[in-house]
């Protein structure tokens, strides 16, 4: 890879675990928000483009003082689902969640 080409991020369906990695909780947050449709894996998306997303996320977020209780039923609601399935996605794939990222591998 030459130093002008940037890594393209894989997409959440193919990152570690389908996708539990912070740039998975970024993309599956921006689901919640609507900041992106559902669809939308971010597969072939430049780290800055991902960085934007991460401000997007953390602009919502911090009308709500970061905090799922404090989310409108709606938004609450599809947190919920989005992440209930990425959790249960995950542990199809093998995921634990009480191992580090290091014990893991």
């Known amino acids: 890879m030459s130093a002008k080409e940037e890594r393209r991020y894989v997409g959440i369906h193919n990152d570690r675990w389908g996708g539990m990695t912070d740039t998975g909780k970024i993309i599956r947050d921006a ?7 559902e669809t939308e894996t971010c597969e072939g998306w430049l780290p800055a483009g991902l960085e934007d997303l991460w401000r997007r996320v953390d602009a919502e977020w911090e009308k709500y003082g970061f905090r799922v209780a ?18 249960k996605r995950a542990r199809e794939l093998g995921w634990d969640p ?8």
């Open 31 to 37: 689901w919640v928000f609507g900041l992106i449709p």
């Open 98 to 105: 009480e191992l580090d990222d290091e014990e893991d591998v």
């Open 70 to 87: 404090n989310l409108p039923d709606e938004l609450r609601e599809r947190f919920l689902r989005i992440h209930d399935e990425a959790v």
